[in-house]
Each structure stands twice: as C-alpha cells, then as structure tokens.
C-alpha cells in the first residue's frame, strides 16, 4: 500500500465546477509535487513545493491552484476546468529536494473528468 | 528535443529472455538518475536508482553512460510479472531541481 493518500479516486465535474484534489503523506518529507498523466504519457510535472513553498510551476494555467498547508498536506485547487484537463492527477513526495530526490513515493492518483 | 527521451516500445518477448531498455537524456546538468515501473492504471513505483559504476539488483542491471548521456536498464529471465511500462527519470538540476519522466517503454512478456 502506498504511504501518500490521495482522495478523491474519482472526481466528475463540469466547466463551472470549483473542486479540491487532496494529498497528504506521514513520511516527513520535505517535498510534495502535483503531476499529471494522461493515457500512454508519461507523468507532466505541474508543481512542486519544498519546505511547504511553491518553488516550481511549469506554466500551468491559473485554473489550477496549489496549496501546501502544512508539511503534510498537499492541495489542488480546480476551477473552470476545460474537457482536455481531463487526466489522472499524481501527487508525490520526496524526502529532500535536491540531487538523490528522483526517489518519488506516489499516491494512486485522483481520476479526473471534466464534462 | 525531449530532454529525456525512451523507445516506446511495445516490446515483446518470451518468459525468460533478456531484454534492455536505453534512454537518453539532453541536458548534460542531469545529476541522478533513476528507473519506475508503472502498471496499467496503477501509479509509477521506483524500481531502481542508477549510478555511474553501475548497479544490479537481482535480475535487473542499471547502466550509466554520462559522456554518452545514456541510461540502460537490462532485465534477465524475464517473468510474466516483469509485464509494465518502464520510465526513464532524470533529476535535472538547473535553477531548480526538476524530476523529468521519459514518455516509457512498454514491456509485455508471453508465456
């Protein structure tokens, strides 16, 4: 069993829709990141916080917004979301950032649509 | 051009051959490096760090070639259960360090 939870597993939701993808992790890592994987792709980084700060964001649109409460907790704030953001959203966390922190634990993902 | 980039494969191959996988990689600031495996609809587990004198783990051997910048991973005696895609991740450290997934290559074993 994966040690970072991710909920919803599911979520449908339309354009005008405002919803939340959570993640939370009780490793003590220092690192959370937001992916996103269509199918047959590899995972697309979106963002990634360090020490609770937002430090990358690959340009992803406004419609999608981060949040780090606490060191813990992961959020994925969703609003006005377009059909092809449909995708399954993969949060991670490493011990560190830095040179050996390619050693990502995932959760199982949150499968979104998005009508 | 991709920063990391994988043949896709899909690769088929009988119970019990020996398959390798390459993986190439752009940006010559890459410090780590590493292989996943994911199943289908399952999400990516790390198989294996690579490191540049090579490691083995059981059946799977990690190559590095930093003057090449290429990445092999080399599986013996395929199982059944060796059945997923294998991705390529590299650890960029430029401003920031970035985790970048190779697009994966699809391995299926038959019996």
């Known amino acids: 069993d994966t040690e970072v939870t991710q909920t919803p597993k599911h979520l449908v939701m339309g354009m005008t829709n405002k919803k939340s993808l959570k993640c939370e992790q009780h490793?003590?890592?220092?690192?959370m990141y937001w992916y996103k994987q269509k199918a047959k792709k590899p995972p697309e980084l979106m963002f990634v916080y360090s020490y609770e700060k937002l430090s990358i964001n690959e340009s992803v649109p406004s419609r999608f917004s981060p949040e780090c409460p606490n060191s813990s907790l992961l959020n994925l704030h969703l609003h006005a979301l377009q059909p092809e953001d449909s995708a399954l959203y993969l949060c991670a966390s490493s011990q560190r950032r830095g040179v050996e922190s390619g050693e990502l634990f995932f959760g199982e993902g949150s499968r979104l649509t998005v009508l | 051009r991709k920063e990391v980039e994988q043949d896709p494969g899909p690769f088929n191959v009988p119970e019990g051959a020996t398959v390798a996988f390459n993986c190439t990689y752009s940006n010559s600031a890459s410090q780590s490096f590493f292989w996943y495996r994911q199943d289908c609809r399952k999400e990516p587990k790390l198989l294996m760090s690579?490191?540049?004198s090579g490691n083995e783990d059981g059946r799977f051997t990690a190559q590095l070639n930093r003057a090449s910048q290429y990445i092999s991973l080399l599986i013996r005696d395929s199982k059944l259960s060796d059945s997923a895609t294998y991705l390529c991740?590299?650890?960029?450290?430029?401003?920031?360090?970035?985790?970048?997934f190779g697009s994966g290559t699809r391995l299926s074993i038959r019996p």
């Open positions: 690579v490191y540049s």
């Open positions: 490793m003590g890592h220092r690192a």
């Open positions: 991740v590299v650890n960029v450290r430029s401003s920031a360090s970035k985790i970048i």
